[in-house]
Structures are given as structure tokens and as C-alpha cells.
């Protein structure tokens, strides 16, 4: 079922439609190095090899699971030797290139760069993150996307018409929202889902949903506990919160949930969004967080989804506040600029005679000895006094915090 030009290829208009830019590049005849980075099954490593059948020109295959130095070192030596002068340059292809070691990497730049090789890497993961950049500044990078509901009707359809095997078997598609939403976007994963149905049946078949989740028996998500996806839902998780949308924090939550994600990762993403995002405007939500984080270690799953949703939901209905995540932001950024400022004296600590000699401690004001438990007083070092790191943020309880401080320093505080 594998295409062999582009007119068979399915997906990824943005790159390979009439007019898009890879298009362009292989109707040229001339392919600059690039990587595709995109998810299992959109048709990576297709691409390359149809790239390389249109070209003509030498298509050396390698994977970073299989392949060490001595091999991408031999396969250059192969490419050098074997080209013609004027010749397009032999396409290496590697596939899962995020695999590759720094110095498996580093023994393809000099090749790269000099044109012995076009090379085409094939990576799952956030290049930025896998690719030295060295080799990512000389390659261009192509993202692909999960095919689409229409580009999975027609992979379907077109099994079950042209394969050699299936079109024997006279298959009906009457229902397809179980395979495709099984799938997640990966044909490779669809057509696997397809033959392992219809190898089940001993007579025509007729797919239905049900038939196929009786076949399955589970729903195989695609969720990669270290992988780019991990990432994704995470931040949608958080971002969801921020946004104060339940049903959304509550959606990628489950989606965490059934991908078989560590309930401890959750909880401490739960406990840092209380800190950052709701803070001062409801404070409760941080114990909540922390109570939840607790208990999910002391019960696991599958109960622990349920102190996990309380507290995912109590986040998102909640106020919301970043100032004390801003404020020490500010006070870090102000350590930075102005370096280790003395410590005022009234404030410094004076367990010795020689401390007191010299004046430590000396003109300190005790709060409590004042009325309201409060006198002003010089806290910050001399060189930046005045300044300002804290700002109040617009919710009921926070402006009762910032009442109490333009009452206690007057204009100091007033914004």
C-alpha cells in the first residue's frame, strides 16, 4: 500500500499540493537537505523514498537504531565515490534521527555542508530539542501533520479496492468512526487495525464500529510517556486551567489518564498551577492542590482520578492571579542587575558583642511593639529603596492585601 509518487500520496497538502514548497523543490529536479518531523504514520519515510524515485539519484537508507559513526562514515565514503560530476547529490536518508548520538550527528556535518549528500532525517520528536544545531541550521524543517478524516476515507478505501489480498475479500465499509478514531491519525496504525479485523473473519466482511472494538478490545491511544505528545497534553492541561475552562482541564486530563500517564507528574503540575496561575487570589487552592498530591500517592489508581478532577476543577473555577509568580520574576531580575546589596544594618542579625559594636541591629523596629503590629521602616538595601516588585492583581481577596499595604506605606503602594 505504499505510494510511489506523489499523485498517490495522501496528506500533507501544505508540502507536497500543487504549488507548496516541497513540490516545487522535487518538480525542480533540486532538494535542499531537510527534516520532517511529524507524528508515527503520516508518511515520513514515504515521502523520502518518492522524493528519491522522482529524482533518480542514489538513496541511501539508515536507522539511528540500528547505525552507529562507522556507518553514516561509510555510506559518505560510498556517496563521494560514486558521484558523477554534475550529478544531483546521493538523498541519505535517516530515519529516526533523534536517535542519533551528538557525534553521530556531528560526523554528518561536514558532508552535509559540502554537498555530498542531500540529507533527509525522519524524526517523531521536537527537533529543536533532538537535532544539534549545527545540523539543524543546514537543513530546512518540514512539519507534517496526523492525516485527516478524508485522507483516512481514502486510505481506506483505496485498501480494500487495489490491495491483492483485501480486495478478494469483498469488504464493506458501512461504519468507520471506530477505526479512525483507533488510528489517531496514523496510517500505518489504520491499515494494521484493518487487516487485524479482517483476518478475524473467516467470510465477507462487513466493518462496523462494534465489530472493530470487539476485535481491539481497547482503545490504543497514542500517548508517549517521554514524547513530544506527553508535552503537548500537559500544556493544554495547564493552559486549560489558566483559562478557567473545567470541561477542557478536565478532557486532557482523561486523555493523561487513559494514556497511562504517572498520576504524580499530574499532581505536580497541579500543585505548581495553583502556585502560579491562581496564587493570591484564592490561597486555598495551593493546600487543595497539595492535599490532592498527597493523597494520589498514598491511593493510586484508579481512585486517584478522583482527587486529581476535584482539584482540576476546583483550579479552573477559580480566580485567578500570577503576582507573586510575576513579583519574584521581578525580584530575581533585580538581583541580577544590582549584584549582593548590603544587608541595611537595623535588620542584620547581631548574635556578638562586636556585631552590636559595630551597629548591627541597632535602630531595629519591633513590629509587635506598635500599634496594629506595624511602624515603617527601611527593609530593602539603601541603593533600592522604593522599589517595586509586588502588584496587586484585580480579585477580591488580593485587593484586601493590597488595601493593607497602601494603608500601612501610603504612596508607595498606590499605583
Known amino acids: 500500500m505504499r505510494p510511489r509518487t506523489l499523485d498517490d500520496y495522501i496528506g500533507q497538502r501544505h508540502l507536497v499540493g500543487e504549488g507548496a514548497v516541497l513540490r516545487r523543490m522535487i518538480d525542480a529536479g533540486r532538494v535542499s537537505s531537510f527534516i520532517l518531523w511529524g507524528p508515527p504514520g503520516v508518511g515520513k519515510t514515504t515521502l523520502a523514498q518518492i522524493i528519491a524515485n522522482r529524482l533518480e539519484t542514489p ?18 565514503e560510498k556517496a563521494q565515490k560514486g ?3 554534475n550529478e544531483a547529490s546521493p538523498i541519505l536518508f535517516i530515519d529516526e534521527i533523534h536517535r542519533f548520538s551528538k557525534s553521530q550527528q556531528d560526523s554528518l556535518l561536514g558532508a552535509v555542508e559540502r554537498g555530498i549528500v542531500t540529507l533527509i532525517g525522519a524524526t517523531t520528536e521536537n527537533p529543536s ?65 484493518l487487516e487485524l479485523v479482517v483476518e478475524a473473519e473467516s467470510a465477507d466482511v462487513v466493518i462496523t464500529d462494534e465489530l472493530v472494538v470487539a476485535r481491539l478490545q481497547q482503545n490504543p491511544l ?23 475552562d473545567p470541561d477542557a482541564a478536565l478532557y486532557w486530563l482523561a486523555r493523561m489518564i487513559e494514556g497511562g500517564e504517572d498520576p504524580k507528574f499530574i499532581a505536580r503540575r497541579l500543585v505548581i498551577s495553583a502556585a502560579e496561575d491562581i496564587g493570591l487570589a484564592n490561597p486555598n487552592a495551593l493546600l487543595l492542590a497539595n492535599t490532592a498530591f498527597d493523597v494520589v500517592q498514598k491511593i493510586g489508581w484508579p481512585e486517584g482520578r478522583i482527587p486529581l478532577a476535584e482539584a482540576t476543577v476546583y483550579l479552573a473555577t477559580s480566580p485567578k492571579s500570577n503576582s507573586a509568580y510575576l513579583g519574584i520574576d521581578a525580584a530575581l531580575d533585580l538581583v541580577r542587575r544590582t549584584g549582593n546589596q548590603p544587608v541595611p544594618l537595623p535588620i542584620r542579625n547581631a548574635p556578638t558583642q562586636l556585631m552590636k559594636d559595630l551597629g548591627y541591629h541597632d535602630g531595629y523596629k519591633y513590629p509587635h511593639d506598635y500599634p496594629g503590629h506595624f511602624t515603617p521602616q527601611q527593609y530593602l538595601p539603601d541603593a533600592l529603596t522604593g522599589e517595586r516588585l509586588w502588584h496587586a492583581q484585580q480579585s477580591p481577596s488580593e485587593q484586601k492585601l493590597y488595601e493593607r499595604m497602601v494603608a500601612y506605606w501610603g504612596e508607595r503602594y498606590k499605583e
Not at 538513496?59 to 559518505?76: C, E, H, N, P, Q
Open 83 to 85: 558521484r558523477f560530476f
Open 129 to 193: 530539542f533532538e537535532v544539534i544545531r549545527p545540523l539543524l541550521s543546514r537543513c530546512q524543517l518540514y512539519v507534517l501533520k496526523p492525516l485527516e478524516k478524508d485522507d483516512l476515507l481514502q486510505l481506506l478505501q483505496r485498501a480494500v479496492t487495489t490491495d491483492v489480498v483485501l480486495r478478494e475479500r469483498h469488504i464493506e465499509l458501512k461504519e468507520t468512526d471506530a477505526l479512525l478514531r483507533f488510528s489517531g491519525g496514523d496510517a500505518r496504525k489504520l491499515l494494521n487495525i
Open 222 to 244: 497514542a500517548y508517549d510517556k517521554d514524547g513530544e505528545m506527553h508535552y503537548d497534553i500537559i500544556s493544554a492541561f495547564i493552559k486549560s486551567i489558566r483559562g478557567s
Open 59 to 76: 538513496f541511501y537508507t539508515l536507522s539511528a537504531v540500528t547505525s552507529g559513526v562507522k556507518d553514516v562514515r561509510d555510506v559518505i
